[in-house]
């Protein structure tokens, strides 16, 4: 079985994508861009390497030999950390990048976390452009993340076969495997139940597009329903 490599692995869905491929037999390359930095990441099957997911060649020297790739990267881990530091065009410059030095290292499958921000709305906006449903202070950062799935979509027909799932609601840390997860479009799922999704199933269903891949150059939204806990 041919590993997967996992960009962004030392981050919270990073280390569960990386904990979900181990348990079913992959082994992992785990790119951060400080190893020194995570020294815990080191175990059996996981190689920790460094890396920048915004550089091709690194990207391309990295994945080569791989079945897949996880774009699990976030230059911003929280509202405590301010939007100083943040590029907007972050995730386009990751987006060109994964997927030249994809092409290049011939890995044909991405699968990349996005952000529910850019979902819809009950209204049809996106809930980043509400205010009362999104805090204002945090959509330079969905503005970033979403210019980044539009240049997915922009260079979708290349030879990089890539999804992204969007995690709808709030994504839970520590939260349980339930081993389950429901699948929609770009709609935020929206009746009288909460959705949300631990990080230990959203590694699930990415593990499950790299092993069997069934949505194709698309996004969708990933989610549980909070009656579905447990
Ligand atoms: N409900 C939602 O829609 C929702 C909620 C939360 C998160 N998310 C999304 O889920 C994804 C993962 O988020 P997370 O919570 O796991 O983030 P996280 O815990 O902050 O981890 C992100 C990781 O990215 C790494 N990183 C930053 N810049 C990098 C670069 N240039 N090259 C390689 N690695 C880099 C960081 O490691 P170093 O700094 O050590 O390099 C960090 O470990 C993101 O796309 C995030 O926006 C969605």
Known sequence: MSGIVVFGAGG????????????????????????????????????????????????????????????AVSPFSGPEQGFDTLDPG????????????????????????GLGANLLGADGRPVMDDPLAFPPEIRPFAQAHTAGLHRLRERGD?????????????????????????VGGEQLPGDDREPWLSYADLAVALVDEIEEPVRHRTRVSVFNLREDKG
């Open 158 to 182: 290349g030879p990089v076969d890539w999804v992204m799932l969007t995690p709808a609601g709030h994504l839970e840390h520590g939260g349980a495997r339930t081993g389950r997860y429901r």
């Open 12 to 71: 919270r869905a990073g280390r569960a994508v990386t904990a979900e491929a181990r348990a079913r037999g992959y082994t992992v390359t785990a790119v951060v861009r400080d190893p020194a930095r995570y020294p815990d990441l080191d175990a059996e099957g996981v190689t920790v390497v460094r890396g920048d997911v915004t550089d091709p060649g690194s990207v391309g020297r990295i994945a080569a030999g791989h079945a897949g790739a996880v774009h």
């Open 90 to 113: 972050f995730f386009v410059k990751a987006a060109d990048a994964l997927l030249d030095g994809l092409a290049a290292a011939g890995v044909g499958r991405l699968v990349a976390v």
